[in-house]
């Protein structure tokens, strides 16, 4: 049963986008059609996986030699993640029948679109490590293309190309991380190594944990890989909440949670993990706050949320941080969704060409205001309940310090959010033409907004299903209300609240406080300079450019220097033989 | 048919069409100028499918009872797991590349000669895969490479094409001297031609200075073929300026050809294959440098593709190189599935970019080479051409789910296998260059789906089926091997071995 659902989860994805990409542009309406189709079944399938979840490989593919087996596992942290891939998947696909209605380039659109969504499904649910990096890659050549949808566009381009290149270098870690299971074990089935992690030598082992550090901190924009992300916003927005907020940049946390039981007694791994989902958590909240561009305000936000998951993952809390992805996924959707509706009705992204836009958007309001709670972390919504659990794991399993500044971040994270609500929907109305979000993008963002109100009660579901298939992840079962006990009763919890309602202070009496923020205009200029990690990007490329002009002197056009090679050739390979015997 | 029968009737069929071809060019031309060279064309299409006969045959006696060996006079032949690899790689580019061309190439001046030489040119490949001695093989070589002269500099009047020609003569004449001084320099020492014998000569015998100087010969003189960096600076200027039929054989088979060759004459003369595994692997790493900077800085769309192909050939060298260091075949199979990959990524990036080419520029008899610029918009007129060549440039990229991604995969775990802290840091840089060739992948296939043609696109011919129908078969071919790489496993496998029993025997004293 679980097989054929794993195939139908990824196969109706892939057969929808060759379907959608045959039909032709000039057939838009079926192609909406189909795409919507494909992928609310895939979406069913991989809900109906969610109930034949096992630890057992259930399709085993012999490709031989060098390529190994093609196994696929239905394991509790795979179906998750491949049930809001595909469910949020169909809500983007959905809103994108509004949002992209009368666009050129459809077929290529959702084409690419289900391709992405088979292959994120792909991509959790294999236990082949090279099958995994297979479908990363393929993520990234989707997300690549959706980015720069606009080829016109030559930030979208732009964009796209350096999202691809950034995330493709982070991707050589795991690249080497699955070379060295396969030359220390003769298999790619990672399952084995993470029961037993002895059967890889430590050296290597290191190697491959730092890999995998490298690679998920590219795909999930964290430190020092961060600044793909602002720039992938050119993407049309429902591709900005699926990808780069609910599925492929979940990837990277998904490879750290996954392989935690191999890595944690590596020394140095935890706190070089909890480092980079702290700094990326705390300077990416900093970039918030002085954003002015309505998706800049969400990328930095998700970079941070990401953080809070990474976080958790160094300091132990697996299931903390899976659940943060999980109500991350669904109000990090929501808000991008939402925003996707005031950006087609306002015709910007600039945040001070809108405001008081609630009065004729009441619904995208309302909703946009339960994402906004949800991520600011505010009882009873999801994003509470997570946060806590990820500040919770922090304080008992990671250093103080990291702790007390990842509490800091949660109080800017309460602060950027109201001052981004505030902006878009109240103060000083903008001059626009304004409209309410249309039928099908209604239908994409009410779910999300249940799901932001009450996904948080499957928690006590969700931690057994993890941990009656993950046996080596530790994971400690508990019922929903004993999640709900621990953390009302935790004193951590309304420090953080504290911190919170601190943030929100801080933005209501934002003119009281002129002076402070004064003080710290110094912040923002290189908060809009992404801490100088552009500028390494800037440098990167130009010195590369550089060095390939400097080269072009080689290529003479001269016969004479043309032969003069063969001869430099020569006489090098005669004295290394001699010299190498 | 016998095993002997099939091999003769292999090589027979490409040589033995090839003056008919011509012959029935020149005639139908005279007696009726309109239709031209119409029979030519499709003669040399015949000619090519009807090789696969024997093709077949000979596979299917290779498979069951190994080698097959033949004696004809002077001449004989071996057809081993790398001649069946190269010969079956070459035929099927072959015949691309002929369709291809039979539009392409329609109306050209000299067409028949175009015709008669590429079954010549493939003919000499396959003699050259199963040649067993010295001299024969460099025979076959040259007849390759004389071949392909001509074929380069088809466009005789053009000044481009004239100087790419000579250029690609003197340096690949070069070559061949040098290749000659090195067989002079074998017999003189040893007084054998006879690869297999010669082999079992040098096991047996002291290392020699002039065997020594003799391999380095052959490494620079069939390196200059296989475009090895410093050696390879005919290459974008032939690749280029050749008819694009012509280019996709070139970087497709032809420069492994060259390779096949430095491998089966220098591998026999090496003692050291730490030292010979190194010189291979930093050839490599050379080339993927070289080929990948000086690709970032082109804009004329088949020079880029020429310089991609400098670089590719640094994966194939890195495979090899890790495989003779190690002595194990997962490198060698990988570098050899990469030649497979390769002349199909490259041949159909070679052939879309000279679909595009002839609609925007030859069939107004334009002779301008084709800018990176002039492919802004062309998916909205060129919708199958666009995705070819957008297919291919992923796929030379390495990204999944198409065949280059598998088969730079197989080289990178060779790497990992052999342990050293050289291989692996030799497949990192290799993974990084894969990255660094996006850059310039990327933003051509970005231009073609632009809303906005450029004024090229917007003046552009049709693009007949002749010519699509080889891209879809390719592309076809790309995604299932990218898929299920298994597919030509029973060809990679003999080959790595054949590979190796040459350099193992060599060093197992």
């Known amino acids: ?111 690419m679109v289900l391709f992405f969504i088979g292959g994120m499904a792909g991509l959790v649910l294999t236990s082949n490590l090279l099958l995994m990096f297979l479908f990363w890659e ?40 699955a070379l060295i299971l396969y030359s220390q ?14 059967i890889i030598n430590p050296r290597l082992l290191s190697g491959m944990a730092f890999g995998c550090l490298i690679a998920a901190a590219a795909k999930s924009a964290q430190f020092p890989f961060f600044t793909w992300l602002p720039d992938a916003m050119e993407a049309p927005t429902p591709i900005s909440a ?85 109500s991350h996924s669904v109000f990090k959707a929501l808000l991008f969704l939402g925003a996707g509706a005031i950006i087609h009705s306002v015709g910007t992204r600039d945040m001070r060409e809108m405001g008081g836009l609630g009065k004729k958007m009441p619904f995208t309001r309302f909703v946009f205001i339960i994402g906004a709670l949800a991520l600011a972390g505010i009882p009873i ?49 903008s001059e626009k033409h304004i409209h309410d979000a249309q039928p099908a993008m209604k239908v994409a963002l009410a779910p999300l907004a249940l799901g932001a109100v009450v996904a948080w009660l499957l928690a006590g579901p969700f931690a057994s299903l993890l941990q009656s298939t993950l046996p080596a992840h530790n994971i400690h079962p508990a019922s929903t209300m004993e999640v709900i006990v621990e953390v009302i009763k935790a004193p951590a919890t309304y420090v953080a ?85 | ?145 004389i071949s392909s002269y001509i074929l380069v500099a088809f466009y005789r009047d053009q000044a481009d094409a004239i100087e790419a020609g000579v250029k ?93 060759a430095l491998l089966r004459t220098a591998g026999i003369l090496i003692y050291s294959n730490t030292t010979w595994g190194y010189l291979i692997m930093g050839f490599g790493a050379l080339n993927l440098f070289v080929g990948n900077l000086m690709a970032l800085r082109q804009t004329q769309v088949k020079r880029l593709l020429a310089y991609s192909s400098v670089s590719q050939v640094g994966y194939i060298l890195i495979g090899i190189g890790v495989s003779i260091y190690s002595l194990q075949p997962t490198g060698a199979a990988g570098g050899f599935f990469h030649i497979i990959t390769h002349a199909l990524m490259k041949g159909l990036a070679f052939l879309a970019a000279g679909a595009l080419l002839y609609a925007l520029r030859l069939s107004h008899h334009n002779h301008e080479p084709l800018q990176v610029s002039d492919l802004d918009g062309a998916s909205k007129r060129y919708p199958l051409t666009a995705f070819a060549l957008s297919l291919a440039l992923l796929a030379l990229g390495g990204l999944p789910p198409l065949a280059g991604f598998m088969s730079k995969w197989q080289i990178f775990v060779a790497g990992f296998e052999a342990g050293s802290g050289l291989t692996i840091a030799m497949v990192i840089f290799a993974a990084l260059n894969s990255v660094l060739s996006l850059a310039y992948y990327t933003p051509m296939i970005n231009r073609m789906y632009r809303h906005e043609p450029s004024e090229q696109v917007k003046a552009g011919t049709t693009i007949s089926w002749k010519m699509a129908l080889p891209l879809v078969i390719l592309i076809i071919v790309i995604v299932v091997l990218g898929f299920w790489p298994p597919l030509v496993r029973w060809m990679v496998n003999p080959a790595a071995y054949s590979l190796l029993s040459i350099f193992t025997s060599v060093l197992i004293r």
């Open chain 1, 242 to 326: 699926l990808i780069h907020a609910a599925t492929m940049v979940n990837a990277g946390v998904y490879l750290l949670a996954r392989f935690y039981p191999a890595f944690e007694a590596v020394p140095g791994w935890k706190i070089s993990v909890i480092l980079v989902g702290m700094i990326s958590a705390f300077i990416s909240a900093i970039m918030a706050l002085f954003a002015n561009d309505l998706k800049r305000v969400l990328a930095y936000s998700t970079i941070s949320q990401l953080g809070y998951m990474v976080f958790a993952i160094g300091c132990g809390g697996i299931y903390a941080s899976q659940f943060h992805l999980l």
């Open chain 1, 138 to 177: 393929i993520t990234a050549l989707c997300s690549y293309a959706l980015i720069a949808f606009h080829n016109d566009d030559p930030k979208a381009v732009a964009g796209g190309i350096k999202a691809l290149i950034i995330t493709q270098l982070g991707g050589i870690g795991l690249l080497a991380g």
């Open chain 1, 185 to 198: 074990t003769g298999s790619y089935d990672f399952n084995q190594m993470i029961a037993n992690p002895g």
């Open chain 2, 1 to 145: 048919m016998t095993a002997n029968t099939a091999l003769i009737w292999l090589l027979a069929i490409p040589f033995g069409s090839a003056p008919i071809i011509y012959l029935a060019g020149r005639i139908t031309e005279k007696l009726s100028p309109k239709t031209g060279s119409a029979p030519s064309r499709w003669l040399s299409v015949l000619a090519l499918a009807g090789t696969l006969v024997p093709l077949y045959y000979t596979i299917m006696h290779f498979t069951s009872e190994g080698a097959i060996n033949l004696n004809v006079n002077m001449i004989s032949l071996k057809f081993d797991g790398i001649s069946m690899l190269v010969t079956v790689t070459a035929l099927v580019l072959g015949l691309c590349v002929t369709f291809f061309s039979t539009k392409y190439m329609q109306g050209d001046d000299g067409e028949e000669k175009f015709f008669a030489l590429l079954p010549i040119m493939i003919g000499s490949i396959i003699g050259l895969v199963c040649a067993t001695d010295l001299f024969n093989l460099w025979v076959w070589f040259e007849a390759m490479a």
């Open chain 1, 497 to 581: 609240l504290a911190v919170v309602a601190l943030g929100l202070v801080s933005w209501w009496q934002r003119e009281n406080l002129a002076g402070v923020s004064k003080a710290f205009k110094w912040l923002g200029t290189i908060a809009e300079n992404s801490f100088g990690f552009e500028a390494v990007n800037k440098f990167i490329v130009r010195e590369t450019q550089a060095t390939a002009e400097e080269l072009r002197d080689t290529q003479t056009g001269l016969l004479n220097w043309n032969i003069a090679g063969l001869l430099i050739g020569l006489i090098a390979v005669i004295i290394i033989l001699v010299m190498g015997g």
């Open chain 2, 168 to 260: 690609y003569l003197v340096q690949s004449a070069a070559g061949s001297a040098l290749i000659l001084l090195g067989i002079a320099l074998v017999f003189a020492q040893t007084g054998l031609l006879n690869l297999e014998q010669l082999r079992i000569s040098v096991v047996n015998s002291e290392p020699s200075p002039l065997l020594l100087a003799a391999s380095v010969l052959m490494l620079i003189g069939f390196g200059v073929k296989a475009a090895l960096v410093p050696l390879h600076t005919w290459l974008p200027d032939a690749h280029s300026q050749a008819p694009s039929g012509i280019s996709a054989m070139l970087s497709g088979i032809v420069i492994e050809a060259g390779l096949v």
């Open chain 1, 1 to 111: 049963m679980a097989s054929t659902l794993i195939l139908l989860v990824i196969g109706l994805s892939w057969l929808g986008a060759l379907l959608v990409w045959w039909v032709g542009d000039k057939r838009s309406a079926l192609q909406h059609a189909l795409a919507i189709f494909f992928s609310v079944a895939s979406g069913a399938a991989s809900i109906a996986l969610i109930f034949n979840a096992s630890s057992s490989t259930v399709i085993n593919l012999d490709a031989g030699g060098v390529f190994g087996q093609f196994t696929f596992v239905a394991d509790g942290l795979g179906v998750y993640l491949a049930a809001i891939a595909t469910v949020i998947g169909s809500l983007a696909v959905i809103f994108s029948v509004n949002y992209m209605h009368g666009e050129k380039g459809l077929g290529r659109y959702y084409a």
């Open chain 1, 381 to 429: 919504l999801n994003g509470f309940w997570s946060k806590e659990l990820v500040l919770e794991a922090g304080l008992t399993g990671g250093p103080v310090w990291a702790y007390a500044i990842m509490l800091i971040t949660a109080g800017l994270t309460a602060f950027y959010t109201f001052r981004m609500v505030w902006m878009v929907f109240y103060g000083k109305p």
